[in-house]
């Protein structure tokens, strides 16, 4: 029985919901997830699809999309003058200079080229609830490679080291400065610690359910317990859980790790972005004009060593024309997650765009009907 399409969009944007009413025949019966778009500040998609008790105001784990609200925070706070890009770590955060990371700069910290993935002994999965925890342990690690002359993906860590920048230069926690400057003005669903009281929104994260191809092919992956992609994603370290038990987990969801526990709706993922770019309900854009080039300029560019693939990143955000999208306007920036979410904000479009869903989608990261959503939202929104 094809599950029913609810929500709305507005003139012009019809495509788009007959390219997510297709996905949503053809996927598995059980399918749950939201999809949602802002152009130039006003809300033009807002469609979901599930089961009863599923609405626009479900809340679900959104792994490294969490990473965009971090990076945010960071964009504002240099925007302001608190933070400068090109001071070393050390101006802020002394300790971190251990282990020959002193000349190591802001810029090169956000932008994955720390050398810092992880620890040798890893994270528990309490740990890695903990960003000040897992702080602190960082600054005594050695790099796994010279600071600055190599970049790759920051997986589970990266929210954490800037996030002690962001304690240290205001006497905030980034998750504090997030509160207060995005979220609670703009009443976005899109947590960095979700409130008790919201709990019952919450949708827990169900497994990948691979055909026998697709596991074939997960099965194919090279993987061994010292690499720097183990390193990375802590999968070095015995007993490891699952990749749906981190959103699972109340304590995570309760702490808002900064790089990967967040929780959302894809209006608040949508929202924030919109909020990011555009005037939304009276209020300015969060980001100026220089500061939005800023963040979408490319930093990181080429074989990132942990995803073991070419990627681009821009200040700490992931550039989202470069990796996914190549008919985005130059400058797009944003974050997908590990369980199949994706949010970004397009400056040339006025486009932002946030996508949810329940089940991790194969073959991990962005899912891959965010191509044909994008393309349709896109479309639309020229």
Known sequence: ?????????????????????????????????????YVHGRRVVDLWAGPDGVSPDSLYGVFSSTKGAAHLVVALLVQDGTLELDRKVTYYWPEFAAEGKGALTLRELVTHRAGLIGLDAGFTEEELADDRLISERLADQRPFWRPGTAFGYHALVIGALAGEVVRRATGRTLQ?????????????????????????????????????????????QPTGPHTLTSIAFNTHVPGTGALEDHANSRTVRAKGPASAGGVASARGLAGMYAAAISEVDGRPPLLKPDTV???GQLHSVGYDLVARAHKAYGLGFQATAEN???????????????????????????????????????????????????????????
């Open 324 to 382: 996914w999208y190549p008919f985005l306007g130059a400058g797009a920036f944003g974050h997908s997650g590990a369980g199949g979410s994706q949010a970004f904000a397009d400056p040339r479009s006025g486009l932002a765009y946030g996508y949810t869903r329940r089940r991790c989608a194969f073959p991990g990261g962005a899912a891959p009907e965010n191509v044909g959503f994008v393309r349709a939202v896109h479309s639309a929104a020229l």
């Open 176 to 220: 504090e400065v997030y509160e207060e400057r995005v979220r609670a003005p703009y009443g976005l669903a899109f947590h960095l610690g979700l409130p008790a009281a919201e709990e019952p929104r919450f949708r827990s994260v169900q497994p990948m359910a691979p055909t026998v191809e697709q596991q074939a092919v997960l099965d194919a």
């Open 1 to 37: 029985m094809t599950q029913q399409i609810h929500g709305t969009v507005a003139d012009g944007f019809e495509e788009v919901r007959e390219e997510f009413a297709a996905f949503v025949a053809a996927e598995r019966p059980d399918y749950e997830g939201q999809l949602c778009a």
């Open 293 to 295: 080039a800023e963040v």
